[in-house]
């Protein structure tokens, strides 16, 4: 069996482009996966403890789970509008804060927060002239919406009413916004702490990642190893 892999950001640098893996038999799993790919591609090793494994677009936490033939994997690695527009979007266009807000607010809405994730020119005493963002779309977006799902879950004695979230990709200047979220809820507390219970979430579980570019050259930004939404379900799966 042929199995395509998937790579993003550091990891397809590293390896040149995605894989294609002869793993033999009509089935593999994840761990059988993981033991392929260190005798096939050493350079991976250091990498796969940290890396998290995606099977048609969601996260598998299952070293057991099995690959079959036309399964879509992926590794992810730690990561770092208007009335028609998508609740959840990853997009290369510029972001569009009023559409984003109208798609939360509600009559009963009291408190609509919109979180703007701004890039800056610094990062870590280093100077940052621009960043670029890279994401697994399909997946970041369904990831963004597990999310959106789960923090209203969590407030849902809170009157907390809706949850937004978009996403910019490519090549961003200093000032521009990669990262919008919104939320409306029946007060202001509750709103802000919303909204920031779901900027945490999305930096932990969605797959985007980012390279900064600086006067010394360029380097991926290293993140956090991944906390799928709904992790304790897929667990359990």
């Known amino acids: 069996?042929?199995?395509?892999?998937?790579?993003?950001?550091?990891?397809?640098?590293?390896?040149?482009?995605?894989?294609?893996?002869?793993?033999?038999?009509?089935?593999?799993?994840?761990?059988?996966?993981?033991?392929?790919?260190?005798?096939?591609?050493?350079?991976?090793?250091?990498?796969?403890?940290?890396?998290?494994?995606?099977i048609n677009q969601e996260y598998c936490l299952d070293a057991a789970a099995e690959i079959g033939p036309g399964d879509e994997v992926a590794l992810i690695q730690p990561i770092s509008g208007g009335a028609d527009t998508p609740r959840y979007l990853v997009t290369a266009d510029p972001?569009?804060?009023?559409?984003?807000?109208?798609?939360?607010?509600?009559?009963?809405?009291?408190?609509?927060?919109?979180?703007?994730g701004v890039v800056r020119n610094h990062h870590e005493g280093r100077a940052v002239a621009r960043l670029e963002y890279e994401a697994y779309a399909p997946m970041a977006e369904r990831q963004m919406a597990a999310v959106g799902d789960e923090v209203l879950a969590e407030f849902a004695d809170r009157e907390v009413h809706q949850v937004a979230a978009h996403h910019?990709?490519?090549?961003?200047?200093?000032?521009?916004?990669?990262?919008?979220?919104?939320?409306?809820?029946?007060?202001?507390?509750?709103?802000?702490?919303?909204?920031?219970?779901?900027?945490?979430?999305i930096k932990e579980t969605v797959p985007v990642w980012k390279r900064e570019?600086?006067?010394?050259?360029?380097?991926?930004?290293?993140?956090?190893s991944p906390r799928p939404a709904g992790a304790e379900h897929l667990a359990g799966a």
Do not use: C, K, N
Not at 104 to 109: G, K, L, M
Not at 194 to 200: E, I, K, P, Q, Y
Not at 213 to 224: A, N, T
């Open 1 to 54: 069996m042929q199995v395509r892999i998937r790579l993003f950001a550091q990891l397809r640098d590293l390896m040149g482009g995605d894989l294609d893996e002869d793993v033999g038999g009509d089935r593999i799993t994840i761990a059988e996966l993981h033991r392929h790919l260190e005798r096939t591609h050493p350079a991976l090793e250091p990498y796969l403890p940290t890396l998290a494994v995606a």
């Open 95 to 116: 972001l569009d804060r009023d559409a984003l807000r109208e798609l939360v607010a509600t009559d009963a809405s009291g408190a609509v927060v919109l979180f703007e």
């Open 168 to 201: 910019r990709i490519g090549m961003l200047e200093v000032g521009d916004v990669s990262l919008l979220v919104a939320v409306s809820a029946a007060h202001r507390g509750d709103a802000f702490e919303a909204a920031l219970r779901a900027v945490d979430r």
């Open 213 to 224: 570019h600086g006067v010394d050259g360029s380097m991926w930004q290293e993140g956090v």
